[in-house]
């Protein structure tokens, strides 16, 4: 059980690692994803900052289980915000499946954990 936790922390670290450093950096792309959303555009940032937190909470949990722990309950909580902003956008189911799945996987983690 404990390499699937491994397992499952790392994809989540790298999904996260990918999608925060792109949004800490910025673009008009994902502005314009969150303002499609109802979102303002400087909310992606904030999204990025507490998507790289969330990395850094994922990555100390191999050595400090109590960071591992709040770095999925995290997860849970952006996954709800990510689903809720695509139903409020209606946004086809397909579209909402990876954020989905990064609740689902985090959620698995709190139980293991």
Excluded at 57 to 76: H, M, Q, R, S, Y
Excluded at 93 to 112: E, H, S, W
């Amino acid at each position: 059980m404990v390499i699937f936790q491994m397992i499952l922390q790392v994809i989540l670290a790298l999904i996260f690692l990918m999608s925060g450093a792109g949004k800490v950096k910025g673009g008009t792309e994902y502005e314009k994803g969150f303002e499609a959303y109802g979102l303002p555009a400087w909310f992606v940032r904030v999204t990025g900052i507490v998507e790289i937190l969330i990395v850094i909470l994922l990555i100390l949990g191999f050595w400090f289980p109590i960071t591992l722990l709040i770095g999925a309950v995290l997860t849970i909580c952006v996954a709800i915000g990510g689903t809720l902003a695509h139903i409020r956008a209606k946004d086809d189911f397909v579209k909402m499946l990876p954020i989905i799945f990064v609740g689902i996987f985090a959620i698995i983690i709190v139980i293991i954990a």
